[in-house]
T-cell receptor
Framework: DAGVTQSPTHLIKTRGQHVTLRCSPI?????VSWYQQVLGQGPQFIFQ???????GRGNFPDRFSARQFPNYSSELNVNALLLGDSALYLC????????????FGEGSWLTVV | GIQVEQSPPDLILQEGANSTLRCNFS?????LQWFHQNPWGQLINLFY???GTKQNGRLSATTVATERYSLLYISSSQTTDSGVYFC?????????????FGKGTKLSVKP
């Protein structure tokens, strides 16, 4: 079975632009979480979606939004990009059962110039 | 929120050496995970260990939940063990998809 897949792997955007990142979870997983990881830090939680509903939101501005589709894939959208949004964006999927771990994709490297 | 602290922040080892990485957390948690991040950014699950000890090859982990810490042991280290090791715990009221990560321990294993 395929793991968590993310696209694009690398992208460069200009300040003020908008970006959409995509994630496909592991088959059978209904939960998708998004994390931002800046250089030298641990991943920071942005959103979690389960069955198309938002289950958690981290401390990020309203410029960040996400959604989950009926096939459980997900998009993360960031508007009005700032230089500080440059980071590795990680998607993770899980089965949301007690004792289950979450599994990460390879991430999308975003550079804002 | 819960604070997660990892030590040491950096560790350099000679191939074949053993090491212990530590993760302290500020409040009671119902699970804890250890991850390895390779140089390309991929986070790989190592252990899901809310309490007790688990072993997987040269790696083992112990969590003492009552004392709010977890340890990751790496024995006979290899150059492929290099990377950043993170521990993570669930956020208050969150499910296992809503994790708080430490800042990591960067391990470099020299040949």
């Amino acid at each position: 079975d395929a793991g968590v897949t993310q696209s694009p792997t690398h992208l460069i955007k200009t300040r003020g632009q908008h970006v959409t990142l995509r994630c496909s979870p592991i088959s059978g997983h209904k939960s998708v979480s998004w994390y931002q990881q800046v250089l030298g830090q641990g991943p920071q939680f942005i959103f979690q979606y389960y069955e198309k509903e938002e289950r958690g939101r981290g401390n990020f501005p309203d410029r960040f939004s996400a959604r989950q589709f009926p096939n459980y894939s997900s998009e993360l959208n960031v508007n009005a990009l700032l230089l500080g949004d440059s980071a590795l964006y990680l998607c993770a999927s899980g089965a949301v059962r007690s004792g289950n771990t979450i599994y990460f994709g390879e991430g999308s490297w975003l550079t804002v110039v | 929120g819960i604070q997660v602290e990892q030590s040491p922040p950096d560790l350099i080892l000679q191939e074949g050496a053993n090491s212990t990485l530590r993760c302290n957390f500020s409040d009671s948690v119902n699970n804890l995970q250890w991850f390895h991040q390779n140089p390309w950014g991929q986070l790989i699950n190592l252990f899901y260990i809310p309490s007790g000890t688990k072993q997987n090859g040269r790696l083992s982990a112990t969590t003492v939940a009552t004392e709010r810490y977890s340890l990751l042991y790496i024995s006979s280290s290899q150059t492929t063990d290099s990377g950043v090791y993170f521990c993570a715990v669930p956020n208050y009221g969150g499910s296992q998809g809503n994790l708080i990560f430490g800042k990591g321990t960067k391990l470099s294993v020299k040949p």
